[in-house]
């Protein structure tokens, strides 16, 4: 113990500073959502949409193209198909929204999300989270177990998992939401008392993913329960994650609207 103690008296702290000042994301120069260039598009190609594993990607009638980036898995299969460079890779990893029409690209654009209702204005400097597993391959759960690492250190921001719902504000759900984990699921959100939210984290959780509507699943949280946010991503990365609960909580705007981002990302 000696010597962890004094390896960290000469280190200092490890924790970043971001997303309230100086210091990275820990997410440089990984990939992260694919983007859609539609004038570099090739006449009547569909090559995109062919190799979407989960049909995030559709070609109208008019050869237009659609994307829902709350079924997208960030496989990269499409742009490495598209042969004009139209669908290319990017480093902006996967973000949070209020209302799950913001994911799809050229969809409907609503009003600036407010989040900070006087419900929720109480929770702004300290929220605690129960989560739970409907059926995730255990690649957000990876994800979230960085989040109380050293370097993003959770509690920080005044945000904690709590192992009870009775004490929980907000339930964090992940994967499809399996037919074993659905009554599990109800009774934990009947558990919480009010005011009580809910985040889908991953896009199982958001609209079933891979597994979405086999005979194991559903698709995600879709008529289970209310959602308040969604952040899709597979699995999202723990800044990804931190900048949707800061979201959640009105510390930072929302970024994305009709599938676009509309600002920068913290650090």
């Known amino acids: ?8 008296l000469a280190k200092g702290s490890a924790s970043t500073g971001w997303p309230r000042g100086a210091g990275g994301d820990g997410q440089e120069g990984m990939l992260g959502m694919p983007r859609l260039d539609a004038a570099a598009c090739e006449k009547d190609c569909s090559a995109c949409a062919s190799v979407c594993p989960t049909e995030a990607i559709r070609v109208g009638d008019d050869k237009s193209v659609a994307i829902d980036y709350g079924r997208c898995v960030v496989c990269q299969l499409c742009t490495e198909a598209c042969p004009t460079g139209a669908m290319a890779p990017t480093h902006d990893w996967a973000f949070g929204v209020a209302r799950r029409e913001d994911l799809l690209l050229g969809g409907t654009r609503g009003e600036t999300v407010r989040p900070t209702d006087n419900q929720r204005r109480a929770f702004r400097r300290s929220l605690h989270i129960r989560h739970v597993d409907a059926g995730s391959c255990n690649g ?7 989040l109380n690492n050293p370097f993003y250190n959770l509690h920080r921001l005044g945000i904690f998992f709590t192992p009870s719902p009775r004490f929980a504000d907000l339930l964090l759900v992940t994967g499809p939401v399996t037919h074993a984990m659905l009554e ?3 009774e934990t959100y009947a558990a ?11 896009t199982c959780a958001v609209s079933g993913g891979i597994s979405g509507g086999g005979y194991t699943s559903g698709h995600g949280l879709e008529g289970v329960l209310p959602v308040d946010v969604y952040l899709p991503g597979c699995p999202p990365n723990p800044a990804a994650i931190i900048e949707a609960l800061l979201m959640f909580l009105g510390r930072v705007p929302q970024r994305v609207r009709a599938g676009r981002q509309e600002g920068a990302r913290h650090g």
Do not use: K, N
């Not at 113990?1 to 960290?8: C, E, K, Q, R, V």
């Not at 919480?192 to 991953?202: F, K, L, N, S």
């Open 1 to 8: 113990m000696a010597l962890w103690t004094f390896w960290g």
């Open 140 to 146: 957000c759960e990876s994800e979230l177990q960085a």
């Open 192 to 202: 919480m008392a009010e005011p009580r939210w809910v985040i889908a984290v991953g």
């Open 184 to 186: 599990p699921l109800r």
